[in-house]
């Protein structure tokens, strides 16, 4: 019987399975998680329906998990229709769970084609696709090593 809170069979063997600078990413409701991914990553859709379950739920199940170095987002648009001022609401809740984990991580904001090329690497080990309709949701996480 596991502890931590993330108790999906799937991913938590995936995350066993990972290593030290794996990436794990968290994706939302409208990424294009079946072409943006690594080439060895393995795809978990939780899209139940809209909004369930949200990338922050399934940050704070994987955080309970795994040792996370890096913490990166897709950078907000500040022209055209996907535009915003400032930071999406989204990241306050990252910040909160992340606090709530006891971990002193900041958000890594990077380029949209940047998160997609750090997506598409060898080192990508699991996509979680949520249901997340909130505008840049997506959360790559880094993983860290047990000390």
């Not at 502890?3 to 995350?15: N, V």
């Not at 990436?23 to 079946?34: Q, T």
Request: net charge negative; aromatic share 6%.
């Amino acid at each position: 019987m596991l502890r931590h809170k993330l108790i999906h069979p799937q991913i938590s063997s995936i995350l066993a399975a990972s290593g030290h600078h794996s990436s794990i990413l968290i994706a939302d409701g409208n990424y294009p998680a079946a072409s943006k991914r690594g080439p060895r990553a393995e795809l978990v859709s939780l899209n139940l329906m809209p909004g369930v379950p949200t990338c922050n739920q399934v940050l704070e199940a994987v955080l309970s998990a795994i040792p996370v170095e890096a913490i990166e987002t897709m950078q907000t648009e500040t022209e055209g229709p996907y535009a915003l001022d400032g930071d999406p609401p989204v990241w306050e809740d990252y910040r909160a769970t992340i606090k709530a984990e006891g971990l002193d991580l900041e958000l890594k904001p990077i380029d949209k084609w940047d998160f997609y090329k750090a997506v598409s690497t060898d080192d990508h080990v699991l996509t979680i696709q949520t249901a997340d309709q909130q505008r840049y949701a997506n959360i790559l996480l880094t993983v860290g090593v047990r000390m």
